[in-house]
């Protein structure tokens, strides 16, 4: 790995571990967030079909997040996600055919239709789970650290949530504990400017949700949540600070949500011009273009790389389609283990 | 009914008059909750209040339940009459200290010499495909609580009618409305314009039978509506479907006399049924009715398991309208 | 009973001793909570733990109910098994999302494919003059949740074997243990030394009886075998006392079988009637046990209100042997 | 009032309001001191004698923040209080007599029996009640506050609260909401050392409870408890400050409770000497030795007064122990309005 100095930001000397990567990996990065993109917009379809019974809240927008952190940890670190979880889900490593059935309510999905679109787990591939109680899986990921201090099995947790859950009761008792036992866990905010409709200004007093990091005497960062290289980057540094046992961190990653909040939102609290702003600072175009100009891929590259990834999402899309739905006998399994 | 004028209203158009209405006529009531002002709720129910009444007393609020309960009930000791609204009754939870060992007990603990006038408007059932955290019934758990009140309307003329009166009650009441009746033009009915209060604590009749009694609960009264029509067209079952409305206090009353007509009872209800409400209702049945029952009393609720996502599942876990009949068949032997 | 060896142990002695058998055994199973370490617990239950399994071990936590849960689950998916203890069992609501959306969720929402084996114990009941918020009897609102199960022993005999099914359960189990036991030198019974499990979901006649079922729930089996005594001196009544032990799953044929022989079933909780646990306990029998009924069913449970602080009050509100006698009394007409 | 400079601390220059006042109000707040201390002391005998069902937290040691904190401010606004009740409620205003009572559990106590110490209320001098929540009235604190906005009654409140409760989340979410919405409370973090045997070392990573106003854009300090001048001074100061629409503020009090934490507390968790150490910093013997040596009162008034309060004491005593109890048959009266 690289010694050079990504930044020096509030004193934090965040390394470049990403100039050394393999280009392979790096060209994985670019199709983890095609496949995101792309699974979101057939998921998008779907809804406009009347084919997903209940919502979706999509991740269209805010990729570079969920792909920088998660690549910037070991595959078999924990996470835990949100409602808004597809994004985290493929970037763990899920199966998009598992995923996609799970959508649609069948019984090939990853709980067997009976969790769905807010409820998608891959837990063997240490993804704790999307929840559907904003904040509801702080205290899960914090746990999940726990374990990993008591059986010392070196992994950490990278605990995605909103700014509408940073207000929650359950992350200031949670971060405390974290903070006062040690805990390796990198709690994630993901700031898209809105929580439903209310905007974080409307929401919060301060400026950075990062600077509540003071709250609990931990470290932090605030960082621009749609640059793949920052996010990546600054989690491996903080990851590796966890891993050796310092204690939670807690960063802010500043993206921004393209889609409603969910297939019922008129959108009447913001602005076209603002929705247009932010799709301007597209991350995967941001990072395609880096790709292009460091000579990583070329143009055509990346067009067979998204041209492979749409291909993939429509085999995704049919396994989806024709598996079978679960049998209604089924409904009273799984309450228990 | 109080009249019957020829003005159909939505659920939800009758919900947001009986604010609008209040609101206009006390200044002291006002509205808290998440996506409560621009949005207009996540489900609709207050859109165009903030044009009229502003941000001052149409409160939007950070995604914080608990706050949003604490603050309901710390405003309505000192003199507000608050109207809280928990987006989805599955986050009650969330607040549950608040709601049940604060604003529930603040009366008793301070013998009688505080009052918590506060509304928790909260939108409960499944049926949307929303899953295990978007649709719950939780109603059994706030009525075990003493100092709560629980409402439940099963249509718009009882929703305009009991939010006023639960506005006006000097106690704290979880008002619980059910998602597919809120824009469900299927069961629009007339609604007086002017204010009427509804007393919490007096079921009704919604439809009169001799052979069975059906007890049931918000969206489960249409349910059960649907399968006496057909009982009746089918076989000429006729069946008398009595809407609880308020779960606490109970109407014992209304259903003593049913039974004390048909004999039977069957209760229906859209939660597990394991411990869910209706057992109160069975047992206050066994204790008091039990010499006019003439068979087993019966109950019809949702399945023993959290409500699951695919359509299929949650069909099977939700009591529909077969399920209802084929449990009065069932009990008519 | 598994064994009559002469070792008689105090309730709070026989949880310790699972407790602590369990963690030699297994390194996995670890405790989180409020003042459980060098204080022992705010009823003693850990005391002494802390020397012997360490601060890694015994997790002395901060005031956050919700916390405590969250991380109680957290761990418990990723290969832990905690023991968490919510000092009062009033502070449970503080939890409940974490208990009742996730905890209990978890393993349906995905599908099986998460297990989430925790025991959260915690001190409920009354007669100790702490009042409303410190006194509570909720368990009625945990057994509704599907995904969990309820466990309330009345002897330390009890406590010990379900204790130890607890931990090894691979679901989360909601421990109600009550305060009036804890030391109460007059309920100590004799507890084998070894570790042996008591499957959850097995009630228990704690005295056989042919003319009255007496149902109950922790510390109200204790009042309620005095109240059989009593009544078999003075008037020569033979009640049977089946303890249900475990709330979720219930044992409803222990109780069938006993009304068959009896005929009459009285249930007593210490919760306030109203919504109370019993109601699924009289909506079963009454649904399964109709014909074996031949009197209503009668209930004697805690009065609809909070738990007043004044002995006076407190002693009024929760049930004791006198209405244990007089409701037996009724029935048997 | 005098405009004079009490202290210029962390940029907040508190005026010295003390000073100026009348020589009856100095000597109340002695009075009041008094009150608390020989209250506690009762309630404590009656604790050994077996004549309280139930428990007791006592306020001994930690007088000079009740007193200070609500000298500071007018007589109708409000406060809310803890399980640790007792000082707030005698600062407030209440009636000895009908405080004792309610202790014995008697009908003529606050609650006529039914609320016990743990639920001390008077509700009519603005006591929004003890409660036996760690952290459950920090929301109902803010209510009242925002009835004071939303009325523009002028009023504020003084939120009492103990370093356990500041590791609640509705510590968290009500704050940021007061703060978001400019909320006239005063957070006041009675800081004694101990979270019943929890040290604040072992349930926070910070040195100053205080600064978790970071996380809420507010206004706050951290203050000597045990001098019940400065307690006065920057409650009054800050009081000031929310009356005229800046928001709510967070101030940490520094003081020590000297009594186990609860009748059954074998108080293993600290030490003697410690203990021996807080008690020379005793805040009646620092304030009586100010007023003595400022010559406001003579030792022997001092004494009188004491004595004074001692009788007003026996009198509640016996009071509360000649009142009748309730009747069982009011067991279900007052659970609705
Ligand atoms: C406890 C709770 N309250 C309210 C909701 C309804 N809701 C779902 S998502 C959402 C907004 C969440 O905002 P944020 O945490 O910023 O995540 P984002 O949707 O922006 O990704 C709300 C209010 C919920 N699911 N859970
Ligand atoms: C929610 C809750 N958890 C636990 C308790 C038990 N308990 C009562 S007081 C107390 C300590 C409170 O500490 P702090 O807030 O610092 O107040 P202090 O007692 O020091 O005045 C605890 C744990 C409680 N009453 N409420
Ligand atoms: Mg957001
Ligand atoms: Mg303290």
């Known amino acids: 790995m690289s010694k050079k100095l990504y930044k020096d930001v509030n004193g934090y000397k965040i390394e470049d571990r990403f100039t050394g990567l393999s280009n392979d990996l790096k060209i994985e990065m670019l199709r983890k967030m095609y496949e995101i993109r792309h699974f979101e917009n057939e998921a998008e379809q779907f809804i406009i079909r009347g084919m997903i019974h209940g919502t979706c809240h999509l991740y269209t927008g805010e990729e570079a997040t969920a792909v920088g952190a998660i690549c910037a940890i070991q595959s078999d670190d924990y996470i835990t996600s949100t409602h808004r979880g597809h994004g985290h889900c493929i970037a763990k490593g899920a199966d998009l055919n598992i995923m996609m059935a799970e959508l649609l309510g069948k019984k090939t999905g990853y709980s067997k239709g009976k969790g769905g679109s807010m409820h998608i787990a891959d837990v063997r591939s240490g993804n704790l789970g999307a929840n559907g109680v904003v904040g509801g899986s702080i205290g899960i990921a914090t746990g999940g650290a726990l374990t990993c201090k008591m059986k010392k099995n070196g992994k950490i947790v990278v605990c995605f949530f909103g700014d509408g859950a940073a207000n929650q009761g359950i992350f200031h008792s949670s971060i405390n504990i974290a903070s006062i036992w040690d805990l390796p866990v990198v709690y994630l905010c993901e700031n898209n400017v809105y929580g439903m409709s209310t905007s974080v200004k409307e929401a919060f007093n301060i400026k950075r949700i990062s600077d509540r990091k003071y709250a609990y005497g931990i470290e932090g960062l605030t960082i621009d949540g749609n640059d793949l290289i920052e996010v990546f980057n600054t989690i491996s540094y903080f990851a590796g600070r966890c891993r050796t046992g310092k204690g939670p961190v807690l960063v802010e990653s500043l993206t921004y949500r393209w889609s409603g909040h969910s297939k019922s939102d008129a959108q009447v609290y913001r602005t076209r011009e603002e929705i247009k702003e932010w799709k301007e600072r597209d991350p995967i175009k941001r990072y395609r273009e880096i790709l292009i100009s460091r000579k990583i891929i070329t143009e055509k590259d990346d067009s067979d790389l998204e041209k492979e990834v749409m291909n993939k999402i429509q085999k995704a899309s049919e396994f989806a389609r024709e598996s079978p739905f679960p049998d209604p006998s089924e409904v009273e399994d799984d309450v228990y283990a | ?333």
Request: with cysteine; glycine share 10%; hydrophobic share 40%.
């Open chain 2, 1 to 333: 009914m109080l009249k019957n004028n020829a003005r159909q209203l939505t659920y939800l158009e009758a919900l947001r008059e009986a604010m609008q209405q209040k609101m206009r006529a006390d200044n002291d009531v006002y509205l808290i909750g998440e996506d409560i002002a621009e949005y207009g709720g996540a489900f609709g129910v207050t859109v165009g209040m903030l044009e009229e009444f502003g941000s001052e007393r149409i409160r939007n609020t950070p995604i914080s339940e608990e706050a949003i309960i604490g603050i309901a009930a710390g405003s309505a000791i000192t003199g507000m009459r608050p109207i809280a609204e928990i987006m989805f009754s599955d986050f009650i939870t969330i607040a549950m200290d608040q709601i049940a060992n604060q604003a529930a007990k603040i009366c008793y603990m301070f013998g009688g010499k505080a009052r918590v006038p506060m509304v928790i408007r909260t939108a409960g059932g499944g049926g949307t495909g929303a899953a295990a955290q978007h649709s719950q019934s939780l109603e059994a758990i706030v009525a075990h609580i003493p100092g709560l009140k629980v409402v439940m309307p099963s249509c718009p003329y009882d929703a305009k009618g009991l939010l006023i009166s639960s506005i006006n009650d000097d106690n704290p009441v979880i008002f619980i409305e059910h998602k597919l009746l809120y824009k469900n033009k299927k069961y629009t009915n007339s609604v007086p314009e002017e204010m009427y209060e509804i007393p919490l604590g007096k079921g009704d009749i919604k439809k009169g039978g001799s052979d069975i009694s059906i007890v049931a609960t918000s969206y489960m009264v249409q349910k059960s509506l649907e399968a006496a029509e057909k009982l009746s067209l089918e076989k000429g079952i006729d069946c008398e479907v009595v809407d609880i409305r308020t779960l606490k206090p109970l109407d014992i009353d209304i259903i003593l006399n049913s039974i004390k007509k048909t004999g039977k009872l069957i209760c229906v209800e859209e939660a597990p049924v394991f411990g869910g409400f209706m057992g109160e209702v069975v047992a206050q049945v066994s204790e008091k009715g039990f010499d006019w029952l003439d068979a087993p009393i019966k109950r019809v609720a949702g399945r023993n398991c959290p409500v699951p996502y695919s359509l299929v599942l949650e069909q099977e876990m939700i009591p529909g309208v077969e399920r209802i009949e084929k449990g009065i068949l069932d009990l008519l032997g």
